[in-house]
């Protein structure tokens, strides 16, 4: 049971990419994926929470608007797209089954955000 985040990089100011984690050993299908991330000195926090099916997604108030997940059932796997990319958005970003408390975790990706 395992989750495996990639697609982070290095990008511009206003730049954008694309998140994917990959789901082994469970299906997503009925769970939600939590996007988290921990910036340089600062604590973890949550930018999203996607629900697989019932389109339920909240998104930290800094990242709505420009962050948008999504999900490819046959792929199982989940997205964030993030667009206008800001120095502020540097940090590790990680997913996770579940949004409250999660168990399973994937391994951190960096995205810098940086002229």
């Known amino acids: 049971v395992q989750l495996q985040a990639s697609g982070g990089g290095l990008v511009q100011p206003g730049g954008s990419l694309r998140l994917s984690c990959a789901a082994s050993g469970f299906s997503l299908d009925y769970n939600s994926i939590g996007w988290f991330r921990r910036a340089p000195g600062k604590g973890r926090e949550m930018v999203a929470c996607?629900?697989?099916?019932?389109?339920?997604?909240s998104y930290e108030d800094s990242v709505k608007g420009r962050f948008t997940g999504s999900n490819n059932k046959d792929k199982n796997t989940g997205y964030l797209q993030m667009n206008n990319l800001k120095p502020e958005d540097t940090a590790v970003y990680y997913c996770?089954?579940?949004?409250?408390?999660?168990?399973?975790w994937g391994q951190g990706t960096q995205v810098t955000v940086s002229s």
């Open positions: 996607i629900a697989w099916r019932d389109g339920s997604d």
């Open positions: 996770s089954r579940g949004c409250v408390d999660p168990q399973v």
